[in-house]
């Protein structure tokens, strides 16, 4: 192609600061490095994960240029790559897999050590791909998807099926996946159990997806705000109940509507108050309680350790336990095959140019998944 070796300058919205508007910049994108690959993306969705950087309650470098749920096209390649090539439609990983590390290499692990939870901001070389008015600009996530070009290093790139529609499948890159995966592959929902979904967002309503495939004849959504119940139901919750209108705690709530038996718990809002709710509400012997929201930075939780000695399980995923390189070009083949119907999150496609929109839509509640299209 045209652009490939050069700086390709180009639309990104950038967060410069904390709690401030995402500004649409003109950035240059360098051309990748060896072992890296450079991207057209061409749709992304707005995740809640993208809005804990904003709020400062989840830890970046600044200035960054979020968004790590984005679906495109390679647009060049570095030196040695070798499972990707100029043209082929693809999914960024948020989490990684080298194939190489412990965790990649134990079949259960999938948070490889190369994922920049701690925010490095940079790429496996120590360095940024992304300048604009003359300064750095890091990554997020090692994505970075709020930009018409960006640069990833090859592990954090799955090729997938040339006929995925990428303004829909750009949803398997964060929230689905998570969602289902926790639900089937962490939690191991079981055939007839009865199952509790703490918020009811993108990633929430995946997790009932997850839940209703796995046979689950009880699924509770719960959530603050009543207008997502709604689409809750249809994508399999059974009832959906909103703490505001208890005065009791909610687990007391949930046990007296099941009989004491709900098996599965997942909490998927990211509050430290609502994970120990969660893990209330599931049965004190055999439950599981998942916690999929991500946690705030520097937090402790407090909670009574009776809750677990009487036989509980807690736990958590990231990106739903998959195996991302593996597994993400399976689950957009699954869903080219209509075992997943992602239309039903999303409710709201704009321009990226909108993106702030996008974001006003999800902070009023409106919004399941919007969808940025370049
Ligand atoms: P979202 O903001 O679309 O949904 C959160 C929902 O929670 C909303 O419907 C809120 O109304 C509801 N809510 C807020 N506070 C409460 C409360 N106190 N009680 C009940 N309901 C409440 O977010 P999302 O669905 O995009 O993401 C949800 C979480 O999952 C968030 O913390 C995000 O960071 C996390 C996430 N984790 C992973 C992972 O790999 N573990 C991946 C992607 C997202
Ligand atoms: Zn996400």
């Known amino acids: 192609?045209?652009?490939?070796?050069?700086?390709?300058?180009?639309?990104?919205?950038?967060?410069?600061?904390?709690?401030?508007?995402?500004?649409?910049?003109?950035?240059?994108?360098?051309?990748?490095?060896?072992?890296?690959?450079?991207?057209?993306?061409?749709?992304?969705?707005?995740?809640?994960?993208?809005?804990?950087?904003?709020?400062?309650?989840?830890?970046?470098?600044?200035?960054?240029?979020?968004?790590?749920?984005?679906?495109?096209?390679?647009?060049?390649?570095?030196?040695?790559?070798?499972?990707?090539?100029?043209?082929?439609?693809?999914?960024?990983?948020?989490?990684?897999?080298?194939?190489?590390?412990?965790?990649?290499?134990?079949?259960?692990?999938?948070?490889?050590?190369?994922?920049?939870?701690?925010?490095?901001?940079?790429?496996?070389?120590?360095?940024?791909?992304?300048?604009?008015?003359?300064?750095?600009?890091?990554?997020?996530?090692?994505?970075?998807?709020?930009?018409?070009?960006t640069v990833l290093d090859e592990f954090s790139i799955a090729k997938i099926d040339d006929a995925a529609p990428l303004e829909k499948v750009c949803l398997i890159g964060c929230g689905f996946s998570t969602g289902y995966g926790a639900a089937i592959k962490t939690g191991k929902v079981t055939p007839g159990s009865t199952c509790a979904v703490f918020g009811l967002g993108g990633v929430g309503l995946s997790v009932i997806m997850g839940c209703k495939s796995a046979g689950a004849s009880r699924i509770i959504g719960i959530d603050l705000n009543k207008s997502k119940f709604e689409k809750a139901k249809a994508v399999g919750a059974t009832e959906c109940i909103s703490p505001k209108d208890f005065t009791k705690p909610i687990s007391e709530v949930l046990s007296e509507m099941t009989d004491n038996n709900v098996s599965y718990s997942f909490e998927v809002i990211g509050r430290l108050d609502t994970m120990v709710d969660a893990l209330a509400s599931c049965h004190e012997n055999y439950g599981t309680s998942v916690v999929v929201g991500a946690p705030p930075s520097d937090t402790k939780l407090t909670y009574d350790p009776f809750l677990l000695f009487s036989g509980r399980t807690w736990k958590g995923c990231v990106f739903g336990g998959w195996k991302s390189r593996d597994d993400v070009p399976k689950i957009v083949t699954d869903f080219l095959k209509g075992k997943y119907d992602l239309d039903q999150l999303i409710t709201h496609v704009l321009p990226f140019k909108k993106i702030q929109d996008g974001f006003e839509l999800l902070y009023s509640g409106q919004s399941i998944r919007v969808i940025l299209m370049f």
């Open 1 to 149: 192609m045209g652009t490939a070796g050069k700086v390709i300058k180009c639309k990104a919205a950038v967060l410069w600061e904390l709690n401030k508007p995402l500004c649409i910049e003109e950035i240059e994108v360098a051309p990748p490095k060896a072992k890296e690959v450079r991207i057209k993306i061409i749709a992304t969705g707005i995740c809640g994960t993208d809005d804990h950087v904003i709020k400062g309650v989840m830890v970046a470098k600044f200035p960054v240029i979020l968004g790590h749920e984005g679906a495109g096209v390679v647009e060049s390649i570095g030196d040695g790559v070798t499972t990707v090539k100029p043209g082929d439609k693809v999914i960024p990983l948020f989490l990684p897999q080298c194939r190489e590390c412990k965790v990649c290499l134990n079949p259960y692990g999938n948070a490889c050590i190369k994922s920049d939870f701690t925010g490095r901001g940079v790429l496996a070389d120590g360095t940024s791909r992304f300048t604009c008015k003359g300064k750095t600009v890091y990554h997020f996530l090692g994505t970075s998807t709020f930009s018409e070009y």
